[in-house]
């Protein structure tokens, strides 16, 4: 656990600077591409993100190697970011929430916190029983989580100064055939791409649409 010695890292105004900076990229510079260690601390952050029980039902599928990324326009809707992005990042969660996978999680924390399974048990009950409660539905359930990642990661890509589009306009079935999960235990959500954006895409400068605060905000 690393501790906080300066908190907070940024002050109010430059967080809400960077996060006007920043908007969905819809047209990405070919020629940059993000540098290892950034990507390193973003691959970093995808792992960091938190998650219900701290499952991590998902899986990050990065996609780096422009002759995959050159297949995945037309599977895309026609968009152009996954192929002009730098990294794209494809993210698949659990079809199923069962036994096996809780257990393997739980193995982990043990290992992780030097707890026996034996003290986990109840935790396992609470898992358990959640898993049960929702049978049917735990696609819907990890992907939900899946979205937690790729809010974390929109954020952390526009601290860094690294530009982004999260993308819905996929075909999630085409995407699992391509990247092999089709005989796994995930499924293609969403995706997201990552680069830098064309100095010509005047997406940058449009003003952003937000409803009025006091629209989306209630306060008691
Ligand atoms: C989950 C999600 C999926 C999205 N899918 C796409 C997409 O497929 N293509 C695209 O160009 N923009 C996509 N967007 C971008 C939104 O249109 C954009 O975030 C929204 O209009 C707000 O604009 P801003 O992000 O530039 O502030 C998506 C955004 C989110 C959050």
Redesign the pocket.
């Known amino acids: 656990m690393t501790e906080l010695t300066t908190h907070p890292f940024l002050t109010a105004e430059q967080w809400l600077q960077t996060l006007e900076w920043?908007?969905?990229t819809?047209r990405f510079d070919p020629n940059r591409r993000i540098d290892p260690d950034t990507w390193q601390a973003i691959e970093r952050s995808l792992v960091l993100t938190p998650s219900s029980f701290g499952l991590q039902p998902w899986k990050f599928v990065v996609i780096a190697t422009q002759e995959i990324k050159d297949q995945l326009p037309s599977i895309s809707?026609g968009?152009s970011?996954p192929k002009d992005c730098s990294h794209m990042v494809v993210f698949a969660s659990l079809k199923e929430l069962d036994a096996d996978y809780v257990d393997r999680f739980l193995q982990d924390t043990a290992r992780t916190r030097s707890v026996s399974l034996e003290n986990l048990n109840g935790y396992r009950k609470v898992i358990l029983s959640f898993a049960e409660a929702t049978r049917g539905m735990h696609g819907v359930w990890s992907a939900h989580q899946a979205?937690i990642a790729?809010g974390q990661l929109m954020a952390t890509a526009a601290a860094l100064g690294i530009d982004a589009?999260?993308?819905?306009?996929?075909e999630p079935a085409k995407y699992d055939r391509l990247l092999g999960l089709e005989e796994s235990p995930y499924a293609t959500r969403?995706a997201c791409a990552l680069g830098y954006r064309h100095e010509e895409d005047g997406?940058a400068r449009n003003a952003?649409?937000r409803f009025d605060p006091s629209q989306v905000i209630t306060r008691m």
Do not use: H, N, T
């Open positions: 920043r908007y969905a819809k809707w968009q970011q979205y790729l589009c999260p993308m819905e306009g996929i969403v997406y952003k649409v």
